[in-house]
């Protein structure tokens, strides 16, 4: 069973900074590349970066430059530092593995971008 749990979340004004985690139970951290998404209101669900387990990144063209995903593989635990916040920045953020699994989602952590 894999369980995905994400935290760090909340309201921040535009130019903030939030540093999101996603814990993961089970044998899958070392295995796969992990990446993170978002969902904002009304929009379909999309890929903001992916981390491989050679650590290499990649990422959504939106948020090059601003946002950076990490992993620790110790910890079984995947980071999105996200800076220079904007308002269309504002959804709810989920981890998975890339490609995701429908069987993997977790409940998201909300992240609003709002003065």
């Known amino acids: 069973q894999v369980q995905l749990v994400e935290s760090g979340g909340g309201l921040v004004q535009p130019g903030g900074s939030l540093r999101l985690s996603c814990a993961a139970s089970?044998?899958?951290?070392?295995?796969?590349?992990m990446a993170w998404y978002r969902q904002a209101p009304g929009k379909q669900r999309e890929l903001v970066a992916r981390i491989r387990t050679s650590a290499r990144t990649i990422y959504q063209d939106s948020v090059k430059g601003r946002f950076t995903i990490s992993r620790d593989n110790a910890k079984n635990t995947v980071y999105l530092q996200m800076n220079r916040l904007k308002l269309e920045d504002t959804a709810v953020y989920y981890c998975?593995?890339?490609?995701?699994?429908?069987?993997?989602w977790g409940q998201g952590t909300q992240v609003t971008v709002s003065s």
């Open positions: 998975n593995v890339f490609p995701p699994r429908d069987d993997y």
């Open positions: 089970g044998s899958i951290f070392n295995t796969y590349t």
